[in-house]
């Protein structure tokens, strides 16, 4: 019975359709929904449309199976098929499958091609900083480590070594003439001592060095972010050493250069490059000099004397100390990969264009950590190609924890800009071939 019932509602479906769409090729209606197809015999009449056969199990013929579903509303219905079509052949080819795209995935020699060559860079860029200054001994443009204390120095950096120790030490670092004025202080006797040195020294008033030291004591009790420190600590304090009222009275000069970047051109092959917070650089007062610095740096990359093209000062005016600064208990490695990438960049700088460099025996740095400041060098490697030596650990030369470190301070800064001035320079000229 229910049979029956469905065929006469498919006989109605039927009619109307012929009424709504006497011509299904060329009606501007809407496409009917996808229904199933009557077969028409040859005298005409309709048949009970034929179906694909459903495998069951119990091997019942489609006839018997039970009328399938027609699928209302499917984004794939097509019109009506003609009724010169030979429904007896059913083309296979015309049944469209919608599938999902799938997404496109590299093949895995392209995946495994692209792992091998970043693995390098990633891996550095990735590690821990004592991790990458162990690795940075394999790198053609990286460095390797030595020791102040048992690795054979330049002459000239063992001679500053020295006389650092000696200022940390105290031994006869102030004038005689600031005894009175510091006796509240309690310092020791050899601390005073009237020689050429300390005849030259330069030193701020008593009540500059107290606000340096308040400054320093606040921030440090107050854990302030390293550009505090940088702002109210480091660059009073290198003015103290390096200016007298404002006025610069050396050829080296501060300049804060945080964001200045490497070159590309000196930068380290599968390792990041760094930056760090100040450089001490060389100003010429004679304009010969700026001439043949400005006639030398047409011609190199970025048009910089030195390994990085930010502003004018870094541009014209060459690098011979460089600092590094942290807050305090941050990483000294952090530190110290910092300073060591920096200046192997520098030395590749000034190795330019196959450039001999045989009278800059080394480059000095400073790392300072809160309230410590330390002394560290680079000095070229054996040979053309040698890495890089980083000397370590570092030289405490002072600090601002009290007074009496400040003093000795300022006194080590002075003697790092009489080095800058009276050995660096020359040295620098001879190899860039500037006249003296």
Request: overall charge neutral; proline content about 8%.
């Amino acid at each position: 019975m229910r049979s029956q019932s469905v065929w006469t509602w498919l006989d109605l479906v039927d009619s109307s359709h012929d009424a709504c769409y006497p011509g299904s090729d060329n009606h501007q209606f809407e496409r009917p929904r996808k229904r199933q197809r009557r077969q028409r015999n040859d005298a005409g009449s309709t048949s009970p449309p034929r179906y694909l056969p459903t495998p069951t199990g119990s091997g019942e013929s489609a006839s018997d199976s039970a009328s399938p579903k027609p699928r209302m509303n499917s984004p794939t219905a097509k019109r009506p098929r003609d009724s010169g079509d030979d429904d007896d052949d059913i083309d296979a080819s015309n049944i469209i499958t919608p599938r999902p795209k799938h997404p496109q995935y590299k093949p895995a020699s392209s995946v495994s091609s692209y792992a091998s060559s970043s693995k390098a860079s990633k891996a550095s860029r990735t590690s821990s900083p004592t991790k990458q200054i162990l690795q940075a001994e394999l790198q053609t443009t990286g460095f390797c480590q030595a020791t102040f204390a048992s690795d054979p120095l330049p002459p000239t950096l063992a001679s500053l070594r020295r006389d650092l120790r000696s200022i940390c030490f105290g031994n006869g670092i102030l004038p005689r003439r600031l005894e009175p004025e510091l006796a509240d202080l309690d310092l020791p006797s050899f601390f005073f001592r009237d020689n050429e040195h300390t005849a030259r020294l330069r030193f701020p008033s008593r009540r500059a060095i107290r606000n340096i030291w308040a400054q320093a004591n606040m921030h440090d009790m107050e854990s302030s972010p390293e550009a505090q420190w940088n702002a109210d600590v480091h660059q009073p304090l290198l003015d103290a050493a390096l200016k007298e009222d404002g006025v610069p009275v050396s050829l080296l000069a501060p300049h804060y250069c945080v964001a200045a970047p490497v070159l590309v051109q000196y930068r380290p092959r599968d390792a990041p490059s760094k930056m760090v917070d100040y450089c001490l650089s060389i100003q010429p007062r004679e304009t010969r000099h700026r001439e043949a610095i400005d006639h030398i740096r047409a011609s190199r990359p970025g048009c910089s004397i030195n390994h990085s093209d930010q502003g004018g000062q870094m541009m014209k005016h060459p690098i011979a100390v460089s600092i590094e600064t942290k807050r305090h208990g941050e990483q000294y490695d952090t530190a110290l990969l910092q300073i060591a990438t920096w200046h192997s960049a520098q030395w590749r700088s000034l190795r330019w264009g196959g450039r001999e460099v045989s009278n800059i025996e080394f480059l000095a740095g400073l790392i300072v950590q809160g309230h410590d400041w330390q002394f560290v060098a680079t000095a070229p490697g054996d040979g053309e190609n040698g890495l890089v030596r980083v000397f370590r650990p570092g030289i405490h030369i002072g600090d601002t924890r009290s007074e009496e470190g400040i003093y000795k301070l300022l006194v080590s800064l002075q003697r790092l800009a009489a080095w800058a001035e009276d050995v660096f320079w020359p040295a620098f000229k001879a190899d860039f071939g500037i006249p003296d």
